[in-house]
């Protein structure tokens, strides 16, 4: 099952799920006893409400590493899309979240969500890169990152004129990646697994486009500052790394409605 194809077995999924809650609501809800007049405006949509969706998108941007004494690097951690080897900078995840609407239509919310890159490629690389070092100890190496899965879990707050939501949004962001370094004389590799803890921040658009849905498309940056990491290596290999990251997505939400 190529990328694409999980995307839309995911947007199935959450069709089938919000289908089922829709008919539980219908089967629920009394008939009406007269229709309403029909009107010529159609009534802005009150985005109040818990909603639950999924998303694919694609990460570009930097990271720089160091390690003692004095010695650091920098890659980045972009990687070109392959369809055919479904691999690159490319990622889906799902999101859930709540918003609510005030009187003068401006809207305030919360929302978490988590995104899992594509499958590495020959490198071992999906959002993330390699680079030569070279320590007075172990000689040649070769460092690389890549990231794993990763998240967010964040605030929004927004303004709805008519049919659109322009949000900005900022929090939490958390990833999980693999730290690798090779020594070029040996072939010796040591490849240890780190949770990073950081910050987001970006805007968004969001609109309707069916009963109970939305789509929407969003630009986010993610910092992960500095984190440590150790080879045991002989001797062992300590060092720290940054991380930064663009990210841009798009994606569609169901709106429960109470």
């Known amino acids: 099952m190529n990328y694409l194809s999980r995307f839309a077995f995911l947007i199935a999924a959450a069709t089938a799920i919000a289908a089922a809650c829709a008919g539980n609501a219908t089967a629920q809800s009394p008939m009406p006893t007269k229709a309403p007049p029909p009107s010529s405006v159609p009534a802005a949509p009150d985005w109040t409400g818990f909603y639950i969706g999924g998303h694919i998108g694609y990460g570009w941007g930097n990271s720089n590493w160091s390690t003692p004494p004095g010695i650091s690097g920098s890659f980045s951690v972009a990687k070109p899309f392959d369809p055919f080897a479904d691999t690159g900078s490319v990622y889906m995840g799902v999101q859930a979240g709540y918003d609510y609407m005030l009187p003068n239509r401006f809207v305030v919310g919360a929302v978490a969500d988590a995104s899992f890159p ?3 490629n020959l490198g071992g690389i999906s959002i993330g890169g390699v680079s030569p070092l070279t320590t007075p100890a172990l000689g040649g190496e070769s460092f690389s990152e ?17 049919n659109w939501l322009v949000y900005a949004t900022g929090g939490f962001a958390w990833a999980y990646d693999q730290i690798t370094v ?19 921040a970006g805007a968004g658009v969001e609109l309707p486009i069916m009963p109970n849905w939305t789509a929407k498309a969003e630009y986010l940056y993610v910092m992960m500052p500095n984190g440590s990491f150790s080879i045991p290596s002989t001797p062992a290999t300590t060092g720290s790394v940054k991380f930064q990251e663009n990210v841009i997505r798009a994606g569609v939400n169901f709106k429960f409605v109470l």
């Open 146 to 162: 890549t990231m794993l899965d990763f998240g967010t879990v964040r605030g929004r707050i927004g303004y709805a004129p008519g």
């Open 118 to 120: 594509s499958w590495p």
């Open 182 to 200: 090779t020594q070029q004389t040996t072939g010796v590799t040591q490849a240890p697994f780190l949770w990073r803890f950081g910050w987001t």
